[in-house]
């Protein structure tokens, strides 16, 4: 029941020199960005407030087009995949959902299914092995007749996560998931994509604001910043103050924990005078 | 991005429900009628039908207060099996069977009744039921007994589909005659008349309406008569500008006198505050009847003496 | 408060036998039970097997079809706009409908399916600019903008049947308004057949966009994520639901709460797999209307209440009764 087959040559994910500017701004989105997320990679995008990362996400997803450069799903250009195939490749978490009507939890993860059934045909016992495999691996399986209004977030978010696992894709990608989650939650998510990526060989791509949870789970750190990847490789190599202290526009230090992991500490700024 | 068209089966879709609706209404043909040996009758009705019965009707429902009335005035009340709740004159009318409303009427309440006969007033509304009654193969004949004119080619219509066209001729003879002798000659300055339908917001009759020509039969003038349709909303403005002798109101119990002077603004109205307001009975002068001659001389005599007060034509 | 599927199924079907029965069963005409089997079995007084075949089965059927799509458009255009409160006509399409109808009254059209022919075009004048009004800058029906957009047409549509009511011909009003307020005589098997085959292609349109209308309800970002081709299924949804409406309305007028109440008791009682609730809320939709339409007949005989008051009278304490047991019933 894993989802990636093994042997898979070249990344699941990649963008290659894309640029995008909006109507009327002023200056890109994004610009001559470049990076790739192969199986069994868990990679994070990080980077300032309207850095580009979401825009990133959605280049490579194909929802927004580009200007200039590719984006490539499984080597193929993201704008050519029809929606449901595009579904069973790639499973999309994203930043918020509010169903219009009252679901189930393994009414919402069946969805997942929908993009192998097609209109007409009737979940089979392979679906039904798929959803009961996403539900355990997501540790959602004892909510299964619960409502999705009643579940905490951490909870909600596991089951949108076992959804887009129900999909059985190639790749997971994540658009600031654990932004309303606590410790534990947070922790547990990551945990899980970690897993995911490592042990079910998914190309798992989160982007996130919490820079220390992402640095401690992910192989690869992507920092965007303007709209362009300014640093691309492990955290240990990310990281590094000075240039966070630029990115970011205020005094950053860099910790190391005890397994390596850098952990990012801003600095408080005295009331008068400061490292400026 | 693709570009937002129609499903392309819109198209398709239009013009079979045309082609559809087209084949629906597949004009019914009458058939029916008592069969005793008297031979078959067919008019043309006010709406260009031919109406065909295979002889003389003898069990007939109207549904029209005007064509109820029009079946006794012939003699015919006995072969009556059905009326609306609204026929009330003859007094004899409320013996008969009452099956419901004449506008948009209850099919199966007619249906019920077995008629071999339906007289149906000619309005849209009426529409429906004249496709139903079709469909069950009821004979139907749609009258517009709207103006004076109307009556005597209506009665002809009547009498013939009852196998008694010599009733038809006299009742319309006599009525022209009677009519005639009844109506005066347009005097100099005749009464001018308001006619209230209803008095907030204010709706008044036009010149297509059996009362202006009632009006004018008697003497007087709808002051209204350059509103073109049956009926139509006014202004209180318009009223009190056009200042008529008299206000004319209609009623079901003409006893009771309607406080008009209690309306807003009716005040303006120089004949409502001088209680220059007739009551009318609602069935005599609501539609036309072959009682037109009486009621034309008993509104000519009431005019002339309400607006006396005036100084008169 | 849900059911399992055999008892659901079972109460369903219990529902469109009762309502055909009483449908067949009732009528002005005060025909006994036995009489009307008879006229069923073709036996009887032909006057009795007309009023039977002529007038109560076309009747009986057009009810269930008219209260069956309505109820699927509605059940539709709740997921397409994800609101609850959507109902059929809330996309502006009975201030269309109802401008036709009396339009071609006012102007004195004569012809028996000049109506008819006028609402349905007023309809699609209203679909057609509802449409054009609904879609935001790249060509996507916004569901917002569309529904902002059915409020404002079918305010502008409202507003000139008034007018046009208030200059009419006492006559003409009153049967401008009897149309408005919906009722299913007048049209016989003809009628049926044509809106019976005219409703197969759209039901057929909405059955396949089931799935994607269970995605939609969580939102187009994720409908999109999860497979679903949002656009296509919003252009398709949205003309299959308003055609099908359309068509209902040109048939017997504008009947409401049918298309806003059905769906959503069968929402509470099964839940929102539309490939489910879509066909279900087809049943009970079209039996509750023939129920109405038989009250309607017979509450206040021999004279005909519009089937709409049934509707709402009936339909909105059944309704409420239902909305505080599900409230209850949540975990």
Known sequence: ?276 | MASPRRSPSFLFHSIGLVAALCCACAPGRDAGGSGRGAPPVSVVDDWGRTVRLAGPAHRIVSLAPASTELVFALGLGGRLVGRTTWCDYPPAARDVPDVGNGIAPSVEAVAARRPDLVLLYASEADRAALGSLTRIGIPVAVLRLDRARDLARDARLVATLAGEPAAGDSLADAFAAALAAATRPAPARPVRVYVDVQSDPPITVGRGSYLTEIIAAAGGRNIFDDIGGGSGPVSLEAVAQRDPDVVVVLASDTTAAPALERGAGWGAVAAVRAGRVLVLDGSLYGHPSPRMPAAVRALAANLARVSAGRGGP | MRMRRAPFLAALGAAAVVALLAGVLVGGAHLTGREVMAALGGRGAPGTRAIVWQLRLPRVALGFLVGGVLAVAGASLQALVRNPLADPYLLGLSGGAGLGAVLAIALGLTAPWAVPLAAFVGSLATITLVYRLGRAAGGALDSRVLLLAGVVVGAFAGALVSGILALSESAQTRSALLWLMGGLGGVGWAGVAALAAYSVPGLVVLAREARALDLLTLGEEPARHLGADVARTKRRVYAAASLLTAAAVAASGIIGFVGLAVPHAIRMLRGQDHRELLPASFVLGGAFLVLADAGARTLFAPLELPVGVITALVGVPLFAVLLRRSARGWP
């Not at chain 1, 209004?149 to 996560?161: A, H, M, N």
Request: hydrophobic share 50%; charged share 20%; glycine share 10%.
């Open chain 1, 1 to 276: 029941m894993t989802a990636a087959p093994a042997g898979d040559a070249g990344p699941a994910l990649a963008l290659v020199r894309a640029t995008i500017r909006y109507p009327g701004a002023a200056a890109a989105a994004l610009r001559d960005a470049s990076f790739a997320v192969s199986p069994g990679e868990c990679v994070g995008i990080v980077g300032p407030n309207g850095a580009g990362k979401t825009t990133a996400l959605r280049a490579l997803l194909g929802s927004a087009p580009l200007d200039a450069g590719r984006a490539l799903v499984l080597g193929r250009d993201a704008a050519g995949w029809a929606p449901d195939a595009l579904a069973r490749a790639v499973g999309v978490v994203g930043q918020r959902e509010e169903p219009a009507f009252p679901v189930t939890v393994i009414e919402a993860v069946r969805m997942g299914r929908y993009a192998h059934l097609g209109p007409w045909r009737g979940l089979g016992v392979s679906d039904h092995d798929a959803v009961a495999w996403a539900m355990a691996r997501a540790d959602v399986a004892a909510l299964a007749d619960r409502w999705a209004e009643t579940l905490s977030g951490g909870e909600w978010q596991r089951v949108r996560v076992a959804r887009a696992l129900a999909q059985e894709p190639r790749a997971l990608v994540l658009d600031e998931p654990t932004s309303s989650l606590d410790v534990r939650h947070e922790m547990e998510l990551f945990e899980l994509v970690a897993s995911l990526a490592r042990a079910d060989g998914l190309a798992a791509l989160l982007v996130s604001h919490h820079i220390n949870a992402a640095a401690r789970f992910c192989d690869r750190l992507v920092l965007v910043a303007g709209g362009a990847v300014v640093a691309d490789g492990p955290p240990a190599d990310v990281l590094d103050a000075d240039r966070l202290s630029a990115v970011f526009d205020w005094p950053i230090a860099v910790h190391r924990l005890a397994d390596g992991a850098p952990q990012l500490l801003p600095e408080r700024r005295p009331a008068a005078g400061g490292k400026r």
